[in-house]
């Protein structure tokens, strides 16, 4: 926040415009909107937008006409996010360095390379599996990858009885788990979710890297409701490589207030360096993995999954 935190108070000279505008186009007579602006715009005003001007750090006259201070102010802005995206820049490689030569962390959970699960990555690696056999494949791998991210989801004690009467003294889950998912790529995941977790909540997020600046963006994002109280909350992208849109697909959810020891990343195939990037930053984050690639593996899951 203290990086876009500056207090901007637009002085524009709206008062006649307003009248126009609700006789013009919303059909209005003078006198009504007369009647209007001394009963109700006029003392709110003064009331409530009136005393920002002095609390205001840049004043600009004239609101958008005054294109001078609007392009002054703009600059700033652009300067400001260009030193905050060299310095992301210059943290993210400091970040591979660190942690370049380091063993992957106890929070890595490695799905178990068995023969069927090994068979499956064949054919999914293989560039010559048609579209059908590459997807009913996928879909087997994501629903394992999401039962193994089920495996660190906070259970109780429970007792039932059996059809023959006999007590069975197994588990029952605590709360609730919901899933966000990294668009597009992680919708790759969402079958293979629903066949775990039919009633899963679900949330999207996008984050696209800035080609300019090979910086992560937040472009658009909607979580399901109450997610901080959620027991468990899966973040699901098949691919991970540098780390930067994990990172901040994490911090976004620490953001809203959901614990960090309640995020399970959930991915097909990560590098080594980005995985050890995001359990570095947030080490109580746990990381559900298939398969670890190269650093900086080019994506290429989605456009297999989707044809496009």
Known sequence: MPLIYQRRFLAANWKF???????????????????????FVKPNFQRYVEPQRYKADIIVPRGIENRVAIDMVGGHIQRTLMDKSKKHQAELQRLG?????????????????????????????????????????????????????????RYHPATVRTPLGMEYHGLQPDGEVSAVVILRAGSC?????????????????????????????????KLPANLATHSSVLLLDPQMSSGGAALMAVRVLVDHGVPEDKIVFVTYSAGKMGVNRLVMVFPRVQVVVCNIAEDFEERWIERRYFGC
């Open 17 to 39: 415009k307003q009248v126009v505008r609700d006789v013009r186009d919303r059909g209005r007579d003078i006198e009504g909107c007369i009647k209007q602006w001394f009963t």
């Open 97 to 153: 360095k660190q942690v370049e030569d380091e063993p992957l962390s106890p929070n890595v959970l490695l799905v178990k390379p068995t023969r069927q699960v090994t068979a499956m990555n064949t054919i999914i690696q293989n560039p010559m599996t048609d579209e059908v056999n590459f997807i009913f494949y996928f879909d087997r791998l994501a629903t394992l990858l999401v039962e193994r991210a089920m495996d660190n989801r």
């Open 189 to 221: 995941f969402e079958t293979g979710l629903k066949r775990v977790i039919p009633d899963c909540q679900t949330g999207r997020i996008l984050i696209q890297t800035n080609y300019r600046t090979g910086e992560p963006e937040l472009h658009y994002l």
